[in-house]
């Protein structure tokens, strides 16, 4: 059974600084997905990650697999208040083929001016 | 619009009550999968179909929970005899089956059940 865990699960930062989510995972995990959720919202994908290596980045946030370590980490760069949201890890599970998405509980963070 | 969409947005109902929701994947897509995410946690996995086909059931779903998805396009989730318990946002998503099996999640069905 898969089980993926985030720290921190809250996370408040001022406008401008730099920090890391982390999302660790208990067994092999085909892909890793990180997605973004707005309060009473849905969640909006943000980046899907393939391989051990891999790299992704959009504006201000980037995302890392390492495969070997079973470990993501989500980076915020010079963080801006439009960042302030709720992000979710998720590892697929591929067992008997049903590639479901196990999530993590999820990392609450807000940027203050 | 072509993403996923899902009727209602939201439910009140009263304990013992039946509900459906209806879920309307992307056109192209063969899978679809239900979550259910209560507050403050990650969506959990409840059930998922290949084209009409249901494939994989979690254990977080009751004899009072059945799922259909007629014709491989839409899906209904039916809970019966809902119980407070039952009050969740549920998420329906939908992919193709093939790399990188990326999902796309719906706007959810808020249940509260009173």
């Known amino acids: 059974e898969l089980k993926v865990e985030q720290n921190p699960l809250f996370l408040s930062m001022q406008e401008g600084k730099n920090y890391t989510i982390y999302c660790n995972y208990s067994t092999t995990s085909d892909r890793l997905y990180w997605y973004r959720q707005d309060p009473g919202k849905s969640l909006e994908s943000l980046f899907v990650?393939?391989?051990?290596?891999a790299v992704k980045q959009e504006g201000r946030l980037m995302a890392s697999l390492d495969t070997k370590a079973r470990l993501s980490t989500l980076h915020i760069t010079a963080a801006v208040h439009d960042l302030s949201a709720t992000y979710f890890c998720?590892?697929?599970?591929?067992?008997?083929?049903?590639?479901?998405?196990?999530f993590g509980k999820g990392t609450k963070l807000s940027v203050i001016p | 619009d072509t993403g996923v969409s899902q009727d209602p947005r939201h439910k009140i109902t009263k304990r013992g009550q039946n509900v459906t929701f209806r879920c309307d994947p992307i056109?192209?897509?063969?899978?679809l999968y239900w979550y259910r995410q209560t507050l403050g946690q990650g969506p959990e996995f409840l059930t998922y179909f290949q084209n009409e086909a249901q494939l994989e059931k979690s254990r977080l779903l009751s004899d009072r929970f059945s799922a259909e998805r007629p014709k491989g396009s839409f899906s209904t989730l039916e809970i019966q005899r809902t119980e407070q318990g039952d009050s969740a946002m549920y998420l329906c998503a939908s992919s193709l089956y093939a790399v990188p099996y990326e999902q796309y999640f719906g706007p959810g069905t808020r249940l509260t059940v009173t």
């Open positions: 998720a590892g697929l599970y591929s067992g008997a083929g049903s590639y479901q998405l196990t």
């Open positions: 056109s192209e897509h063969n899978r």
């Open positions: 990650l393939l391989s051990n290596g």
